[in-house]
């Protein structure tokens, strides 16, 4: 049987029409694949999923298989240590602020996408009363910003029960806040650690009148000092301890003995349950000097003391504590 040789020709003919149809199938592909990525509905104000390309210390660069990739502020995934919490190749999910900026790409916010993924969480925590646990991340003007898996703001008047200065110590810190307003449209939520305070001090209230009673002694530590004396947190509950009550000793001043902080022990000299009042005394507790007097001090004893005071009828001198 004779074997048909392919002409030289046709050869080359074979050649270029394989080219053509490889050709003519990679345009197809492609054309296919700008198809698919056109056919995708992208539309500002929704939340896509994109992958890292680029990271620079101002911007990360996420494809998000449009056209053309969309930035992101590099903040946006700032620890509140300043390190990055993304890598290139990280998956991640983005809302679409705008379909093109002045420079031709994309205009995204991790930021935006956190807060409407976390927004029925955080709205039902609003409705319910409940607390929401974050981490406070930087100080920033007028109170702290709190990373709730969305960044949050906690103003200076609802850190603490009391007024605050130093609100540097609280940056890291990982506590329960109550979502006191937010606004879906901005963004925007604020935070109280104070309610939180308010309501656990509230409870221990309820719980510190049920045990209290008059004659008891209890650990508590100094609030606040007056001319007169002392304000004392006995724990959800405030009571008085007078300068008179203090010492058995002569006070100036009660900041000459206690300071704010202080842990003492008090004896409950009077509660009046109806109006919730605590008078409360510190001398009480330490033995009373004047029942060792009368061993101490003898008749022609000769003995030490201290001028404490002179009047036009006589000067008295301080033996001892209370004496």
Known sequence: MTTTQIPAWAKEFEVVTSEEEAAQTGSEEFEKL??????????EGEVYKGKVIAITDDLVTVDIGYKQEGLVFAKEFRNYDGTLKVSEGDEIEVYLERLESHLGNLVLSKDKAEILKAWDKISEACEKGQPVKGTV????????????GVKAFLPG????IRPTKNLDKFIGKTMEFKVIKFNKKRGNIVLSRRAILQEERGKLRDETLEQISEGMVVKCIVKNITDYGAFIDLGGVDGLLHITDMSWGRVKH????????????????????????????LKQVQPNPWESAQEKYQTGTKVKGEIVSIKDYGIFVELDDGI
């Open 34 to 43: 700008l198809n698919e990525t056109s056919s995708k509905s992208f539309q």
């Open 157 to 160: 008047s609802q850190i603490d």
């Open 254 to 281: 009660p900041s000459n003995l206690l300071a704010v902080g202080d842990e003492i022990d008090v004896k409950i000299l009077k509660y009046d349950a109806s109006k919730e009042r605590v008078s409360l005394g």
């Open 137 to 148: 991340i930087a100080k920033v003007k007028g109170g702290l910003s709190v990373d709730i």
